[in-house]
C-alpha cells in the first residue's frame, strides 16, 4: 500500500491532538513534518504542546514554530474550550525532541521541494501558515496534491452565527488558501458537528489500556465538559474528520461547492460562503464534507488508538 505523504499544521488543542493521534496510528499516513500556528492559544503554547503530543506518540518527524499571529488580524484564541494551556487535562511528557532551526513555512517548503511527490497540507487549525507558504512559494503548488482542512462551516458558524473560529482568527489566510486553485477537503462544522464523541465512546478507548488510549479519552473528558455546558451529548471531535477524510472518504458525505471567505464586515466576517446554485457561475473549489457514519468514525479512531502497543498506563 502506498502511503499518502502529508503535514500536520495545528494549533493543538483537544481535537488536534486527537486528529494526529489518528494520523500517526494509520498505515496509510506517511507524516513528514508538523508546524504549529497560532489560534487555540499564543503561538509558544500550541508549538509546546505540538512537541509534547509528539513525544506522547512517538512522532519524531521535523517539527517547527509558525508565525506569531495572524496575516493582519491581531490573535484570537479560545481559553474557555482548551484551558489556559491550550491542552488541559492529563500530565503529558516533556518534549524529548528540539525544533527545527526554521519557521513553519520555511519547512513545509523545504519538505515539500524535497519530496517526490506532492505532499497533502492537513491544516486543522487557522489557515495562517498555509497561506503564507503559498504567497512565498508560489512555485510550490503544483508539488501539493490537497488540503485537507478542518476549518468554516456553510451552513453556520460556531464563534459568531455566521463564522467558525480557524476561518475567524485568520480571513484573509483563509480567502488566499481557498482562491489558490489546490483541490481543498473542508471538513467545516457542517460535517464535525455530527462526529460525536458520545461518553461510553471514551470509555470503550480507554479499555484498550494502552497509555494513549487513556491520555486520549482523559482528553475527550476535558472537551467535553466545555460542551455539555453547551447541551451536546458528547464531544464533536472537529479535527480528526480532517484526517479522516484522507482515510476512510466513503464514510464521508461530500458536495463540490464554490466556497469563499467574507473578509471583512460587522456580522459575517469570517464566513464561508458556499455557492449552492452557482448563481456565481464559478467552478467548485471545495469539496464540502457534510456528513459523517458516526460509529464508523468512532470504530476508526478506536482502530488507530489500539495500535499504540500494549503499554499499560
Known sequence: MKRIPIILDGDPGHDDAIAWVLAKGSPMLDIRGVT????????EKTTYNAQRICTL????????????????????????????????GPALPEPDFELEDMDAVSLMAKLIQESDEPITLVPTGPLTNVAALLMAYPELKEKIARISLM???VQYGNWTPAAEFNILVDPEAAAVVF???????MAGLD??????IFPEDFERIRALGNRVAVIVADWLEFFYQFHRSLGYEGAPVHDAVAVAAL??????????????????????KGATVADFNGALGKAPNAKVLMGIDRQAFVDLLVEAIATYGEEKA
Open 36 to 43: 504549529s500556528v497560532c489560534g487555540n492559544q499564543t503561538i
Open 247 to 268: 482515510l476512510r472518504p466513503e464514510i464521508m458525505e461530500s458536495q463540490d461547492l464554490y466556497v469563499q471567505v467574507e473578509t471583512a464586515g460587522d456580522f459575517c
Open 151 to 153: 476549518g468554516g462551516g
Open 191 to 196: 460535517v464535525t458537528e455530527k462526529a460525536m
Open 57 to 88: 506518540i512517538d512522532l519524531h518527524v521535523p517539527t517547527a514554530m509558525g508565525r506569531l499571529r495572524p496575516l493582519i488580524s491581531d490573535p484570537i484564541i479560545a481559553p474557555t474550550v482548551h484551558g489556559e494551556s491550550g491542552l488541559d
Open 179 to 185: 482562491e489558490s486553485g489546490i483541490p481543498i477537503i
